[in-house]
């Protein structure tokens, strides 16, 4: 059974969005290298990894059922505000809710064309952002108690290092 276009289209969508989330988490690892906090540098550039990890599985996916066809999109600008350990935990939290939201839809319209092969394809992702957000959620959790403590901030950071 091919692919509907509409279904291609929104995993080409995802692609897209895969390739943003790793750019956000790049931009974060960025904001902490800076500062010389580079057990966060590190730990994001991780997220950021993942991401492409995403990315190059749903394309494989594509390829398998439309080959050819697919077309890639640009990957949107982004520039993030980041002013402090807080501000990185909404965004991170932010990031992975949406990312939840994006397979969902996809989902939905794989059960409403009863395509089961991308239903269940993308079970993968979906069972994965259980995991991702309750990193993020934990991730917020942890830097609203830390908040500007610059000991604790350090001590967390050679945590990340550590791993
Ligand atoms: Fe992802
Ligand atoms: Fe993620």
Not at 53 to 61: A, I
Not at 126 to 154: P, R
């Amino acid at each position: 059974m091919k692919i509907s276009t509409v279904l291609n289209d929104l995993i080409v969508q995802q692609v897209s969005n895969e390739n943003r989330s790793s750019n956000a988490y790049l931009q974060i690892a960025a904001w902490f290298e800076n500062q010389n906090l580079s057990g966060f540098g590190s730990y994001f550039k991780k997220q950021a990894d993942e991401e492409i990890g995403h990315k190059n599985r749903l394309l494989d996916y594509l390829f398998k059922r439309t080959g050819s066809k697919v077309k890639l999109l640009d990957v949107p600008e982004i520039s993030l505000t980041i002013n402090s350990l807080i501000d990185v935990g909404n965004l991170y939290v932010q990031l992975e809710e949406q990312t939840t939201q994006d397979i969902s839809r996809i989902i939905e319209t794989a059960l409403e064309e009863k395509d089961y092969m991308t239903f269940q394809e993308m079970q993968w992702f979906i069972n994965e952002q259980v995991e991702e957000e309750n990193t993020a959620n934990e991730f917020l959790n942890k830097a609203k108690l830390i908040n500007n403590d610059g000991s604790g901030i350090i001590l967390w950071n050679n945590q990340l290092e550590d791993d």
